[in-house]
């Protein structure tokens, strides 16, 4: 079972979510995806290099997890803009 460290939890703050089992995943990935690209970026930091494949699928979840993370920036920033807070 996937589980973030306490330090990938302090980088990715903001980034984190849940899937519909409770699960806690990275926005915009499935859990099988969280697990590989955390999988991979632990590698990287470890002096570990993949394949040439690997490193592909990697940035293509770098990709698809940050493309995720501004779908939810705008979607916060039309709410507000559509329901601004009263004071």
């Known amino acids: ?5 306490d330090d990938e939890r302090r980088i990715h703050s903001g980034d984190i979510t849940t899937d519909a089992q409770g699960r806690e995943i ?24 993949g394949s ?6 990697y940035l293509e979840l ?7 993370l501004i779908g939810v920036v ?3 920033n039309q709410l507000r803009i559509d329901k601004p807070t009263r004071h």
């Open 62 to 68: 770098h990709e698809k997890h940050h493309r995720a």
């Open 1 to 5: 079972m996937f589980t973030f460290t």
């Open 26 to 49: 990275l926005v915009g990935l499935t859990l099988e995806e969280t697990a590989e690209f955390i999988e991979d970026a632990r590698n990287f930091l470890a002096g570990k290099r």
């Open 52 to 57: 040439p494949r690997q490193e592909e699928r």
């Open 74 to 76: 705008v979607g916060e």
